[in-house]
C-alpha cells in the first residue's frame, strides 16, 4: 500500500488506526447482532484527482431510520455522520476505489437481547473496492429455498445485521451449488431482492421492479436506478413479480451499493434473453459508471467530493 495512505477507522468518538478500533469480547452486538449499518462508495476520478462519495446524505439519512425503527439510542445527524466520513477520508488519503462501511452497535458489555435502554457506539471503516461482483459477466442465478424474512418478523425497511443471518444462508446456498447470486421469494411467493440486493426485470421494454411491499430493503441505489431510468424515457413500474415471470423476463439486473449494477445471464439454468446483457441494462450501467466519477452534470448533486 502507498506509503500516503494510512489506514484508519472511526472508533469511540474518533479516528484511530485501524488496529486500535477493537470492541470487548462481552459487547452486546457481537452477541445479538443488535447492529444497524451502511455500505457507502467512493469513486476515485483520475482526470479530477478526487474522490467522490456517493448519495452520502442518503445513505445517512437511512442509517438514522434505521436507529429509529430498532430503538437505538442514537442522536447524531446525516450532516454530522457526512462530516466525520469525510474527515476520515481526508485524514486516510485515499485516491482510489472505496467501500465506507459505517455501524451503530449496542455497546454495552451485559446479557440480555433488547435495543431499549442499551447505550450504542458508532463505528466507520474504509477497504478499497472495485467490483464486488462482476459487472462485466453475466452473473447465474438461482431462487432460494430460503424466504426473505417478512417485515412482522425483522423490520425490512431497517438495515439491522442480525437479519443478514437470512442473506448469508442464501448466499451460501446459492455458491454451493455453483451459482454466483441467489434471488430471494417474500414470505408469500413474490419476488424480493438477492441476497444483498435490489433486482430489476425488463419486459418489452418496460422496467419492472418489486415494491417495497415484498420485503425487500429500499436501496440507495435502487433509488437511484429508478430515477436514471425514468430521466431516460423508460417506463417504471414497481409491482409484484412472480418467480415464473424471472424465466421469461428480457433481461435481469441486480443493483446495490456493493454490486453496483450487474447484468444476470441465467436464473435456476433459464438463460435470460439472448444471454447477453441487454440494451437497457447497459444503457443504465454505463450512465451510471460515468455519473459517480462526476462525469455526467445532471447528477452532480448526488456526488460530495472529498478533497
Known sequence: MPESIKKLSYFEGKIVPESEANINIKTHALQYGTTVFGGIRGYYDASSDNLYVFRILDHYKRLVNSTKIMQLQFTKTPEELRDI?????KQSGYRRNVYLRPFIYTSALQLSPRFHDVP???????LELDDYLDTKRGLTTMVSSWRRFDDTVIPTLSKVSGGYVNSALAKSEAVQNGYDEAIFLDGRGFVSEGSAE?????????????????????????????????????EVIEREITRSELYIADEIFFSGTGVQIAWVSEVDKRKIGNGEM??????????????????????????????
Open 278 to 307: 441487454g440494451p437497457i441494462t447497459k444503457k443504465l450501467q454505463s450512465t451510471f459508471f460515468d455519473l459517480v466519477v462526476g462525469k455526467n452534470q445532471n447528477y452532480k448533486h448526488w456526488l460530495t467530493p472529498v478533497y
Open 120 to 126: 450504542t457506539e458508532l463505528a466507520i471503516y474504509v
Open 198 to 234: 435490489n433486482i430489476f426485470l425488463v419486459r418489452d421494454g418496460k422496467i419492472i421492479t418489486p415494491s417495497i411491499s415484498s420485503s425487500l430493503l429500499e436501496g440507495i441505489t435502487r433509488r437511484s436506478v429508478l430515477q436514471l431510468a425514468k430521466d431516460s424515457g423508460f
Open 85 to 89: 466520513t469525510l474527515d476520515l477520508l
